[in-house]
């Protein structure tokens, strides 16, 4: 009898010290969070048949109070892989070169520096959109419960952000909107032990990425009702010379209608440019790619074009 009670005992306690592990749910690359959102995000990317634009991504500020926790960094990161998952090309934008741009076309429109050129209001000849934000707020939080001589924890992160998409040509904001984020990691343990928790930089980063997956699928819609908008580089008698190229993915045959730009729309509240007027003065047909980022057309109809002349897709 005494030798069973022997062999009783470290059975007992080998199903105590295993119970006393830490488990987890959740995985940051496999699931981002509890609703489901990488797999949404993963047909919106498969429904994306735009042009491979060039986005500029500026470093998301951190307007929490949680000043420690490197939100705008990792928010900015994210971001990156996620816009470069959708078939586009990130690019980092820093928040001078954007305010430089923004007074640069400020003193263009009152007319204290002459255009020249180069419009500031064309934006950067490399980049078609940028996205731009700020984290708003941020939270962990912990819930447990008690089941016998176990415990669980789960530790709940929440994540707002404010971001827009901006036409950079134009400086107008195709989107703007709030989103939110969670995710969720549940650790457990027997008698008190197992459960203690620590900074957890993957409960953080999952909560973003969850917040920016949907973001992320707002804007390929977004980017899907667009048409392809690219300018006259070269006139060549009857041949354009277009900046479009492979990465526009345009097909050959595709239909462009060319516009003059003209005088700026100010509005007088703001005194900012609300866009160019703009008029149409014929069609070109694209008979060739280049490269990635020229193209060739043919005029289809009308007469006097000439560089900086805007081309976009008839569909």
């Known amino acids: 009898m005494k030798q069973h009670a022997h062999f009783a005992v470290p059975a007992f306690l080998v199903m105590i010290l295993a119970a006393c592990a830490p488990s987890m749910t959740g995985e940051v690359k496999d699931d981002v969070s509890v609703t489901g959102q990488t797999q949404r995000m993963e047909a919106a990317g498969a429904k994306y048949s735009g042009p491979q634009y060039t986005v500029a991504i500026v470093k998301f500020a951190n307007k929490t109070p949680s000043r420690s926790t490197a939100l705008g960094e990792s928010a900015t990161d994210i ?37 020249g050129k180069k ?113 006259i580089l070269l006139m060549e008698g009857q041949t354009a010379v277009i900046r479009a190229g492979e990465k526009s993915r345009l097909p050959s045959g595709a239909k462009l209608g060319v516009y ?30 280049q490269n990635d980022r020229v193209s060739e057309a043919k005029v289809s109809s009308g007469t006097g074009f000439q560089a900086g002349d805007i081309v976009r897709q008839i569909r």
């Open 119 to 231: 419009n500031a209001a064309e934006g950067f000849d490399s980049v078609d959109y940028r996205i731009q934000g700020a984290i708003t707020a941020y939270s962990e939080v912990e819930e447990g419960r008690d089941l016998l001589i176990t415990q669980t924890k789960i530790q709940v992160a929440r994540v707002q952000v404010d971001y827009s998409l901006v036409d950079v040509a134009t400086g107008k904001s195709l989107l703007a909107e709030s989103g939110m984020g969670e995710y969720r990691k549940e650790t457990g343990g027997a008698l008190g032990m197992g459960t203690k928790t620590t900074a957890d930089t993957g409960l953080r980063d999952g909560a973003l990425r969850d917040a920016f997956s949907k973001a992320m699928e707002k804007m390929i819609v977004k980017l899907n009702t667009q048409p392809f908008t690219g300018r």
């Open 79 to 115: 971001l990156r892989t996620l816009v470069k998952n959708a078939g586009l090309e990130p690019i980092d934008m820093s928040q001078e070169a954007m305010q430089q741009q923004e007074e640069l076309i400020k003193l263009q429109q009152t007319g204290a520096v002459k255009a």
């Open 260 to 289: 003059r730009p003209g005088q700026d729309l100010i509005d007088p509240e703001t005194g900012r440019s609300l866009g160019k007027r703009e008029k149409q003065i014929g069609e070109l047909m694209l008979t060739s790619h």
